[in-house]
């Protein structure tokens, strides 16, 4: 595999990446991300 396909690869996934953050941040599950991390880290010290 050449370098540049690979190079063509890597930055195909990030859009796609950066694509499906995008969709999550207007369909407000950065919201949702955020209460689940919370619920977890108050579980493991004992609070939750």
């Known amino acids: 595999m050449t370098e540049k396909r690979r190079n063509g690869i890597a ?24 209460r689940q991390a919370v619920n977890i880290c108050l579980e493991c010290i004992g609070i939750g």
Not at 11 to 22: D, P, Q, S, T
Not at 23 to 32: D, Q
């Open 11 to 34: 930055r195909g996934l990030l859009a796609i990446g950066i694509i499906f953050m995008a969709i999550g941040f207007f369909r407000g599950e950065t919201e949702v991300v955020l």
